[in-house]
């Protein structure tokens, strides 16, 4: 599996076309690059842009944006959008007004134009009087925000695919757009050299963590088993060389005085083995530095392997009676239905508490997302996968995101600020591959069943 977007010929600009929507504007994804630069970038604008036929720039101005890309009309067509063409702004084909005059490159009036214009100068300079461009430093600025402090052979510890509620030392092997590949330090190699077992996540991903983390928090990490020899592998060349705190994004520092979660309090918690399900939950260790360790209610296998460590900032939790108040359909342990469960019965027979509102991190952020917005997301459950998706509902600060072509059980709910969903043309501007949506979308209007897709995890 796993299909590449330009191969299958998916083109995000017919794609939104074809279906009327838009796309979510690259200003919604602070971690995104540009995104600071973004309030420059309107339409309107007019840039320098390459002909890839003729090898010649001319002028265009831009009259849509979705996402990274524009769509370009060019100079002297005025109203006739026949010649419109799709460019990605991050790309270096398209330039300020004026770069191909200090390049030494030619600004060369297309064939199509000289019949009727007659003095195309004047009519050139009665069209850029007043006009805005592109900020000079943009590509400089594309190129800083593409510099990531991971390189190959740099160690981390992640979460362990086969068992998520420990950790594991991992080693990077991949990094595109910074996004992060890692093996497993006894992933094991199978017969062709090939690696058995990878991880895929963004550098600023909650999932991964400097070396000594795991122990410095409390929670539990896999010992690497020293008989796997994964020398064979390239990225076990290198040097290895362990990340350190300052790599990885600073998380908001939380309070753990004297109230905090504690064991046993209760909350909701987005499955992190069903993205699209918010259940009844349980803090099931208070670990340091603000995290917590989480069993979702009534399917915990009991020996806490399943247990899942959130931050006390994560978006992933919420105070109980979240869902209802959001109209959210909350996931009951089993053996409980909606007509009668309510949370306080809950606590009560249970003998537990719910844990205080004010710990979780609800902010409202404002975000600027909207229902039909499409971007490309990563599918958390196969997390090598950027995806062409769309959000489905806006929840305080969480998203409901759809995968195009694929039913509702594969939803998920991600945060806004996740740095694993991108703008539209991102894959582009990276190199990463997109999968396209596979096949026509299902009928609409199927409400997601809160049934476990697959209990795999990742
Ligand atoms: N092997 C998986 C791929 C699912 C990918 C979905 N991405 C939205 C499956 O077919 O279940």
Redesign the pocket.
Known sequence: ?GQDAILAGFDWGSYLEKSGLLAAPVSCFRHAPLCAQWDDIYVGLKVEVLNTHTALYWIATVVQLTGYKALLRHEGFEDDDSHDLWCNLGTADVHPIGWSALNNKLLVLPQEFHQHIKDWKSYLMKRLVGAHTLPVDFHVKMADSLRCPFRQGFRVEVVDRSQVSRTHLAVVDTVIGGRLRLLYEDGGLGPSGEVLSDFWCHMQSPLVHPIGWSERVGHSIKKTDENVNMGSHPAFHKVLQNSVPDQFKKLKTVYMGNTFFEEGMKLEAVDPLNLGNICVASVRKVLLDGYIMVGIDGVEIGDGSDWFCYHASSHAILPVGYCESNDVSLTLPPGYNHTTFTWTKYLEETGTLAAPRRLFNTDDVGHGFTPGMKLEAV?LM?PR?V?VATVRRCVGRLLLLH?DG?GPE?DQWVDCLSPEIYPVGWCEITGYQL?PPIGPEPPQGQERSNTSKKAKPF
Do not use: A, R
Request: hydrophobic content about 55%; charged content about 20%; overall charge negative.
């Open positions: 599996f599918d196969e996968l995806c995968f694929w594969f999968q």
